[in-house]
């Protein structure tokens, strides 16, 4: 069976990052992730302003630069900012629940999922898709970042 090139650059920057997280402490690692997923939902906000609300006028060149950003951070191996004690029942600076721990498979789905549609994004916006295409992709992305919220997520 052939692997999909994506999912050999998922593994890749799970290897290569690995490392890296070790040596963070709960704290960091809370922090880095929150700091991750911040500067995705800022660049989120871009394309929403500008291919789904029209707040603001629609420049592809920016819709590409937000996609890139947004594959970026869903493809960096964001897993290993979810260490043990990472949890909102050993912190109060966070608000992922313990049962991101109890549910490793569906951890991986959620995260998977998010990975390939901020990349299907970014194909779109690379390829010159359009305004249309690119809300279209924006709403699945959406989706996969609710499908992690609504399991692992407290209000």
Known sequence: MRKSPFILALAMSAAVSAPAVAQLDVEDQI???Q???TFAAWNMGKIK???IDGSVAYNEQQMLAAANAIAAV????LG???GPGTANDK???TRLLPVFFDKPEKAREVAIGFAQAATK???VAANGGGKGAIAAQFSE???SCKACHDEFRAE
């Open 49 to 51: 302003a500008q291919a």
């Open 80 to 82: 290993g900012l979810f």
């Open 35 to 37: 700091s991750a997923f």
């Open 141 to 143: 992305v959406g989706k």
């Open 74 to 77: 869903a493809n960096s191996g």
């Open 91 to 93: 912190n109060e600076n």
């Open 31 to 33: 922090e880095t992730r």
């Open 121 to 123: 994004l970014q194909e």
